[in-house]
């Protein structure tokens, strides 16, 4: 298997000054000097085996589409010709458009002109938003496709590889499709459209795909898979490999998860996630540089200071000269100077990333060079070097399949699953929390779990696996784990910090090893803190109920129950009707 990064002028300035914070006399008069990632790790060890580039992309830039146009594609990305650059549309970016941007034949001549290795031919992106036009944008995939391919056969096959995409609705859709060019001849695929589906659903995918290889014969060349940097899909991709598909994939989450994640902006080798310490940078004149403006009642000279105490007391308890107490505080004074309101709600992730300071313990280049300034939340020179390391980590766990079961902030990693593709007759487990809203708070209040929990989304949760005869349990901060008829006393603990987390996780784990081995799908549908009560009994068959927040995962929940509760009464009049 090959992992491709997607190029997002993802770049940093090799002599940017920490201390100063300040660019480099070359960045400044010429931002392209600055290096990527295979620039600061060095070719012999950059953790990724391509590089991805969008045409949409590169168009969104004149001055780096004329360098691009004059330099061909290597010498741009300052890459040797015999590394693996493959291009794309990027049909992300015409995703709202009628048909495709590009001629299926003309991308040919961009992918000849410029160098790449391997080129995608011209998909059109099969979306829930476009349903209707599903069909449509399935048929111009696909004759695009074979139109490209015959003309690459005629006049490029000894300049770059070709991938046929590959779009679908249902997994069905793209094993016709893939039927379809494998008669014309076709033995290299992009497999598009993926990186917003559950895992569930690629991994049906690529168990047809599988018996498909097995019962014809015919086994494909190469099968990339767009956005889909999983951990979970290693042990499926393999079993593609082992029949002599030569497997890739490509994304940017984990060097991105830098700077987008709320929490996990760190990344260890044992799948830990920490959070970077924020230092938003003040700047002369405008306030917090990359955010917004601050008003006028705000003094800016006072805010530099606080932010230089906070800079400076993190290089000191760096270094063994500052107390934690006195970090934290001089972090929480320029929070509220700030306007910011962080502080409180990720006070305990900034202690724990203080106390277990891994940027001391990693072996990245990274982190080797600049020590703790990777750990600080601050500007593109930090957060996208934060990127890198994550990149770095997530490429050591990819090329050991011992780790492959390793979860890299899993919150952010369990793969999602829709609620409404769960069959019934599956043996289903639903792991959910205890909620706040009890029946009642001492210990003379008692009842069986399932009653004495009042939340709404419990109250959904239980209704929906009644509804399916799924079994479920719930994980409570003062319990541990509880089947729903244990009887228990009522109380006011919630799960708050990693130390309430560590005291019940032993019970957690000791109880569900018990039941596991009879189901085959698990489906979490949980907080963080309750979720990190699972790291050490993740594997395959676990998922996770995901959303912008609980009002929308009830509502995601309370959808699929309404949908159940409407099959059966459906099949209740059905049946009345044929028994008159």
């Not at 559950?198 to 795909?209: E, G, K, M």
């Amino acid at each position: 298997m090959k992992y491709f990064i997607p190029e997002w002028d993802d770049r940093v300035d090799p002599g940017y000054d920490f201390i100063l914070d300040k660019h480099s006399a070359q960045h400044d008069s010429d931002p392209f000097s600055d290096h990527y990632m295979w620039e600061i790790f060095g070719l012999e060890n950059v953790p990724f085996d391509g590089v991805l580039v969008s045409r949409v992309k590169v168009e969104e830039n004149k001055i780096k589409k004329r360098r691009i146009e004059e330099l061909g594609i290597h010498k741009f990305l300052r890459l040797p010709p015999n590394f693996p650059v493959l291009g794309d549309c990027g049909a992300f970016g015409y995703v709202n458009e009628q048909v495709p941007r590009y001629d299926p034949i003309e991308i040919l001549d961009y992918y000849q002109k410029l160098g790449f290795n391997i080129g995608v031919t011209v998909d059109h992106l099969v979306v829930p938003k476009y349903a209707e036009q599903k069909d449509f944008r399935m048929k111009i995939t696909y004759e695009n496709g074979l139109k490209a391919f015959y003309e690459w056969k005629k006049r490029y096959a000894e300049n770059f590889l070709l991938l046929c995409a590959v779009q679908g609705w249902d997994v069905q859709d793209y094993i016709k499709m893939m039927k379809s060019y494998q008669s014309h001849g076709v033995e290299n695929f992009g497999i598009g459209g993926l990186a917003r589906k559950p895992t569930t659903f690629i991994v049906d995918l690529i168990n047809r795909i599988v018996e498909e290889i097995k019962s014809s014969g015919k086994v494909p060349n190469q099968m990339h898979f767009f956005g889909l940097a999983r951990i979970s899909l290693f042990p499926h991709f393999k079993k593609l490999e082992d029949l002599g598909v030569q497997v890739t994939f490509d994304s940017a989450s984990f060097l991105r998860r830098a700077w987008l994640s709320a929490q996990n902006n760190y990344m260890t080798l044992d799948g830990k996630g920490y959070a970077a310490i924020r230092i938003p940078q003040i700047g002369e004149n405008s306030g917090l540089r990359g955010e917004r403006k601050l008003k006028d009642a705000y003094n800016i000279s006072e805010l530099k200071l606080l932010e230089k105490e906070c800079l400076e007391k993190m290089r000191l308890y760096d270094k063994g000269q500052c107390d934690i107490e006195s970090l934290m505080s001089a972090l929480e004074k320029f929070d509220k100077a700030t306007k910011q309101n962080r502080f409180p709600i990720l006070r305990e992730h900034y202690l724990e990333t203080l106390k277990d300071t891994p940027w001391k313990k990693c072996s990245c280049p990274i982190c080797q060079k600049i020590g703790v300034e990777v750990i600080i939340f601050r500007g593109n020179n930090r957060n996208r070097r934060r990127g890198f390391h994550n990149t770095w980590i997530f490429y050591q766990i990819f090329k050991n399949p011992n780790r492959w079961f390793v979860r890299l902030g899993i919150e952010h990693e369990l793969p999602e699953i829709d609620l409404l593709n769960l069959k019934k007759g599956e043996r289903v487990l639903v792991i959910t929390s205890c909620t706040k809203e009890k029946l009642g708070y001492t210990s003379k209040v008692k009842a069986p779990a399932k009653n004495m929990y009042r939340g709404l989304l419990f109250k959904l949760v239980k209704e929906f696996c009644e509804a399916n005869n799924f079994d479920y349990v719930i994980i409570s901060a003062k319990y541990g784990l509880l089947f729903p008829d244990e009887e228990i006393e009522g109380y006011e603990k919630v799960l708050k910090t990693r130390k309430d987390v560590d005291v019940i996780r032993p019970v957690v784990e000791e109880r569900l090893k018990k039941i596991l081995d009879k189901y085959e799908k698990v489906v979490v549908i949980a907080g963080t803190n309750y979720l990190k009560t699972l790291e050490n009994v993740l594997d395959d068959r676990f998922y996770q109920v995901k959303g912008r927040g609980y009002g929308d995962i009830c509502s995601k929940v309370k959808k699929a129950l309404d949908t159940v509760l409407t099959k059966k009464i459906y099949e209740f009049i059905y049946a009345s009707s044929t028994t008159k």
